[in-house]
Structures are given as structure tokens and as C-alpha cells.
């Protein structure tokens, strides 16, 4: 008998990797019909097995002597899951191991259980001392080289070892409640809890909400929320909100879930036929090197994208008034997507850092720049222009 939460996270392992699914997407359908024990379990196999993947594929070369890229699919993630749980977790090494065969073995590949065995075995005797021996960086920490790169080239050396740890810890659980719950934060409404309950609070990192926060919208003006699934900042926002989402799905459930205030549109922000607001939120994708740790995956998919949030940030500007307040905001840590797209918009600047100054950018104060490794919360970028 193979353990259900190793079953199901080896299902996740597999989605992520052969099908290019999203961890959490995964996750969903491979713990149906488990308990609330076996579910949390398979999800911290599947998210640190997605996580730690390049730093399991370099164990499993070392001391299996064989390139990871040319393993079969089941043998692969049944290895780089035994891998993560020899190395990461105290569970018994025997149950890894077996498992582990036993994975490969009811993925018909019967020819490939000698080998499974052996690597496995190797594994247990010396992958755990082997991480240990790598020196700080991208194999050790498990992450592409050019989002080391990126933060060492922005925050430099120390910074940016700091934020690859970070991001391999579980994130503090913080959401907006208009009651106070578990403990407060800096952030007005924003809490950390250790549980989530959906009927009295929302799951949302204070640095997310901050953005929302610093928006500064009030009663009776017009709100444009140009990106706004999954919807967390339309709700802090004031006024007559118009929330826009290009996703059809996406925009179906932020009408299901959005106050009277709040208005969804199905478009793209660059088409929207619609000015004259008096502040704007664009809260624009991006390569998401802030939420690493709440997405496992993200880190094997993400790319920057100045190019399109230059785009949304001027499609935003045309639909605001003269005057009124733009708020850029991307949860990443990249100065190619942060302060270099603010300053191609070359729209004046209306300094945060004397409003918020805890959170001040080390280097352009009159942007905001949250840090997981500082702040315990999501690195976000957060800067608030004028409209011409």
C-alpha cells in the first residue's frame, strides 16, 4: 500500500512537471477524498518536491550517476519526491524508499524498480549530508540562476541569499478581517492567523492589501481596478469601483463575489471604453519573484514582463483625470519590472515613503518595496503617479 498523501503528491509532481499544470490547481484534484491529515501532508510533499526540484535533480546525478532529463517520467518524480522527503522531512526513511518503488512499480515501469531501489538507497545515506556540503546559491537554494541574478545585481549578495531562504519557508498566513483576529499588523485590517475561516476573514498577504491601502480611495469618487482578479483589492476599495479582468472564468467569479460597489467588466484595461476616473489601480502580472514561497512552481515559469505593464499603466493613465491618482503595484522584486517601468512612464511621482516608512525603497523612498525576507510578508512593489 502506497501512502495517500505520497500517491497524491507524486500526482501533483508529475502534473507540474510533464503538463505544466499550476501546483494549487494540481493539488486540488490529487487530494480529493483524503482527510484533512492525509491533504495537508501531500500538499507540503508536493510543494517542497516542486520547490527544491534542482537541488533533488543534482542529488539524484550525483549519487545516481544518471541525467535527470533522461529518466522516465514516473521514475523522475518518484525519485525527486523520495528525494525531497530524505532530505527536508523527518518521515520514516524506510516508508520513502519503499514508496518510492512502489510508485514506479504502479506506473508500469517494472524494469526501472532495480534502479528506483538502488538510487533511492544511495539517496538515503548520503543526499541529506550533501545538501549540507553545497555552498550558498541557486543549486543549494534551488532556484534558476537568473532570479539570483536579478536580486543580487538590485540588493546585492547578502540580500539576495536572504531572499532565496526566505522563499523557501512557509509564508506567515495573513488575511483582512473587519474584526481584529490572531495578531495584528502595521497594516490597518491586515492579521496573522493560523487558520484560515472564509466567513469572517480573506486570505491576503499584508503587502497586497497595502497596495489596495495606498490607492486612498474615498466614498463617492470612481475606482478603475484595471487587473483585478482574484478580487482581494477590489474589496478594500472605496467608492464606485469598475473591476476589470480580461479571463472570462476569472471575471465570471469576481461577479459572483463582489459588493453592490463594485462593478466587473470582461475586458482588457488597454480596450476598455470608459474614462474619467479618479484613481486607478493597476495591479499588473508580472514574474511574481515575490510570492515564490506561495507558489512553488512559479520559479520554473516566470518571466518578466515590463513590456505589458508599461502598456496597462498608460492605458490607465488615458482613463483617469488630470491629477488623480495611478497606483502601480506588482508582487515582484525586479527593478526591470519595478522603478524602470515607473520611470519609462515618466508620469510625476507622488512620494510614499514619509506615508509608509517601514516599508520605504532602500534605494527610491518615494516608492514602497515589501520583503519576505524582512517583513515576513509578500515582496511587493508599490508606486502612486499623477495622471496628466
Same mark, same amino acid.
Given at each position: 500500500?502506497?501512502? %495517500?498523501? =505520497?500517491?497524491?503528491?507524486?500526482?501533483?509532481?508529475?502534473?507540474?512537471?510533464?503538463?505544466?499544470?499550476?501546483?494549487?490547481?494540481?493539488?486540488?484534484?490529487?487530494?480529493?477524498?483524503?482527510?484533512?491529515?492525509? $491533504?495537508?501532508?501531500? #500538499?507540503?510533499?508536493?510543494?517542497?518536491?516542486?520547490?527544491?526540484?534542482?537541488?533533488?535533480?543534482?542529488?539524484?546525478?550525483?549519487?545516481?550517476?544518471?541525467?535527470?532529463?533522461?529518466?522516465?517520467?514516473?521514475?523522475?518524480?518518484?525519485?525527486?519526491?523520495?528525494?525531497?522527503?530524505?532530505?527536508?522531512?523527518?518521515?520514516?526513511?524506510?516508508?520513502?524508499?519503499?514508496?518510492?518503488?512502489?510508485?514506479?512499480?504502479?506506473?508500469?515501469?517494472?524494469?526501472?524498480?532495480?534502479?528506483?531501489?538502488?538510487?533511492?538507497? $544511495?539517496?538515503? #545515506?548520503?543526499?541529506?549530508?550533501?545538501?549540507?556540503?553545497?555552498?550558498?546559491?541557486?543549486?543549494?537554494?534551488?532556484?534558476?540562476?537568473?532570479?539570483?541574478?536579478?536580486?543580487?545585481?538590485?540588493?546585492?549578495?547578502?540580500?539576495?541569499?536572504?531572499?532565496?531562504?526566505?522563499?523557501?519557508?512557509?509564508?506567515?498566513?495573513?488575511?483582512?478581517?473587519?474584526?481584529?483576529?490572531?495578531? %495584528?499588523?502595521?497594516?490597518?485590517?491586515?492579521?496573522?492567523?493560523?487558520?484560515?475561516?472564509?466567513?469572517?476573514?480573506?486570505?491576503?498577504?499584508?503587502?497586497? #492589501?497595502?497596495?489596495?491601502?495606498?490607492?486612498?480611495? #474615498? %466614498?463617492?469618487?470612481?475606482?478603475?481596478?484595471?487587473?483585478?482578479?482574484?478580487?482581494?483589492?477590489?474589496?478594500?476599495?472605496?467608492?464606485?469601483?469598475?473591476?476589470?479582468?480580461?479571463?472570462?472564468? =476569472?471575471?465570471?467569479?469576481?461577479?459572483?463575489?463582489?459588493?453592490?460597489?463594485?462593478?466587473?467588466?470582461?475586458?482588457?484595461?488597454?480596450?476598455?471604453?470608459?474614462?474619467?476616473?479618479?484613481?486607478?489601480?493597476?495591479?499588473?502580472?508580472?514574474?511574481?519573484?515575490?510570492?515564490?514561497?506561495?507558489?512553488?512552481?512559479?520559479?520554473?515559469?516566470?518571466?518578466?514582463?515590463?513590456?505589458?505593464?508599461?502598456?496597462?499603466?498608460?492605458?490607465?493613465?488615458?482613463?483617469?483625470?488630470?491629477?488623480? +491618482?495611478?497606483?502601480?503595484?506588482?508582487?515582484?522584486?525586479?527593478?526591470?519590472?519595478?522603478?524602470?517601468?515607473?520611470?519609462?512612464?515618466?508620469?510625476?511621482?507622488?512620494?510614499?515613503?514619509?506615508?509608509?516608512?517601514?516599508?520605504?525603497? %532602500?534605494?527610491?523612498?518615494?516608492?514602497?518595496?515589501?520583503?519576505?525576507?524582512?517583513?515576513?510578508?509578500?515582496?511587493?512593489?508599490? +508606486?502612486?503617479?499623477?495622471?496628466?
Amino acid at each position: 500500500m502506497i501512502a %495517500p498523501a =505520497r500517491r497524491a503528491a507524486f500526482e501533483v509532481v508529475r502534473r507540474v512537471f510533464e503538463d505544466d499544470a499550476y501546483a494549487d490547481r494540481a493539488l486540488a484534484s490529487a487530494v480529493e477524498g483524503l482527510d484533512d491529515r492525509d $491533504r495537508a501532508l501531500a #500538499q507540503r510533499l508536493a510543494y517542497g518536491t516542486v520547490q527544491r526540484a534542482r537541488t533533488v535533480d543534482f542529488g539524484i546525478e550525483q549519487l545516481g550517476k544518471r541525467p535527470v532529463r533522461k529518466l522516465d517520467p514516473p521514475v523522475r518524480a518518484a525519485l525527486r519526491l523520495g528525494g525531497y522527503q530524505l532530505a527536508w522531512t523527518d518521515l520514516p526513511v524506510h516508508a520513502v524508499v519503499d514508496d518510492a518503488v512502489e510508485l514506479v512499480r504502479a506506473a508500469h515501469r517494472e524494469r526501472a524498480v532495480p534502479f528506483t531501489n538502488a538510487v533511492m538507497r $544511495r539517496l538515503a #545515506q548520503g543526499f541529506r549530508g550533501l545538501v549540507a556540503s553545497l555552498p550558498d546559491g541557486p543549486v543549494k537554494e534551488s532556484y534558476p540562476d537568473w532570479i539570483p541574478e536579478v536580486w543580487t545585481r538590485d540588493f546585492g549578495a547578502d540580500v539576495a541569499l536572504a531572499l532565496m531562504r526566505a522563499q523557501n519557508e512557509p509564508p506567515a498566513l495573513e488575511v483582512r478581517a473587519a474584526e481584529p483576529v490572531g495578531e %495584528p499588523t502595521d497594516v490597518p485590517g491586515a492579521y496573522v492567523v493560523e487558520r484560515v475561516d472564509p466567513a469572517r476573514m480573506r486570505a491576503m498577504s499584508r503587502a497586497s #492589501q497595502l497596495a489596495a491601502l495606498v490607492v486612498d480611495s #474615498q %466614498p463617492g469618487e470612481r475606482i478603475l481596478d484595471a487587473c483585478a482578479a482574484p478580487g482581494g483589492k477590489a474589496l478594500i476599495l472605496n467608492g464606485e469601483v469598475t473591476a476589470v479582468e480580461i479571463n472570462p472564468g =476569472r471575471a465570471a467569479r469576481l461577479a459572483e463575489e463582489m459588493p453592490a460597489n463594485v462593478t466587473v467588466v470582461n475586458a482588457d484595461v488597454r480596450e476598455l471604453e470608459a474614462d474619467g476616473f479618479d484613481r486607478s489601480l493597476v495591479d499588473a502580472p508580472c514574474s511574481g519573484l515575490g510570492v515564490l514561497a506561495r507558489r512553488p512552481d512559479l520559479r520554473w515559469r516566470a518571466r518578466p514582463l515590463p513590456d505589458l505593464q508599461l502598456e496597462l499603466l498608460r492605458a490607465a493613465a488615458e482613463r483617469t483625470r488630470s491629477g488623480g +491618482a495611478i497606483v502601480y503595484s506588482v508582487c515582484t522584486l525586479n527593478a526591470d519590472e519595478n522603478e524602470a517601468v515607473v520611470d519609462a512612464l515618466g508620469l510625476a511621482v507622488d512620494p510614499l515613503g514619509g506615508e509608509w516608512p517601514q516599508y520605504a525603497h %532602500p534605494t527610491r523612498p518615494e516608492f514602497l518595496l515589501t520583503r519576505p525576507d524582512r517583513d515576513r510578508t509578500s515582496g511587493f512593489f508599490i +508606486a502612486r503617479v499623477k495622471a496628466p
